[in-house]
Nanobody, 126 residues
């Protein structure tokens, strides 16, 4: 498994922006893709965004399209999630995850991911 560490969460007001980051500690890091998931108490972890590690092609959940942008830095082994126009329903814990295989069309599924970070809390007050 890969060790992933998220950062950048916090408390913001509706309409504000936050930028989450996730770093992989391994020097040799070559996933197929990196994703972000969102979880609120009592609910399952839900797909937010994924990015192909090689091509940089992204895919988003409908709920965040036009507001969130996922990006990656292959040299720093990091993936970012820029979150704009935040809404109260964006509140929750955000997890990054890495997948060793899979097509982007299948990487909205949690079971496709091999390693997970510990999560970072995002709270959006209305």
């Amino acid at each position: 498994q890969v060790h992933l560490v998220e950062s950048g969460g916090g408390l913001v007001q509706a309409g504000d922006s936050l930028r989450l980051s996730c770093a992989a500690s391994e020097r040799t890091f070559n996933p197929s893709a990196m994703g972000w998931f969102h979880q609120t108490p009592g609910k399952e972890r839900e797909f937010v965004a994924v990015i192909s590690w090689i091509s940089g092609v992204p895919r988003y959940a409908d709920s965040v399209k036009g507001r969130f942008t996922i990006s990656r830095d292959n040299y720093q082994n990091t993936v970012q999630l820029q979150m704009n126009s935040l809404k109260s329903e964006d509140t929750g814990v955000y997890f990054c995850a890495s997948a060793r295989a899979g097509y982007l069309t299948s990487l909205h599924r949690r079971e496709m991911y091999d390693s997970w970070g510990q999560g970072t809390q995002v709270t959006v007050s209305s």
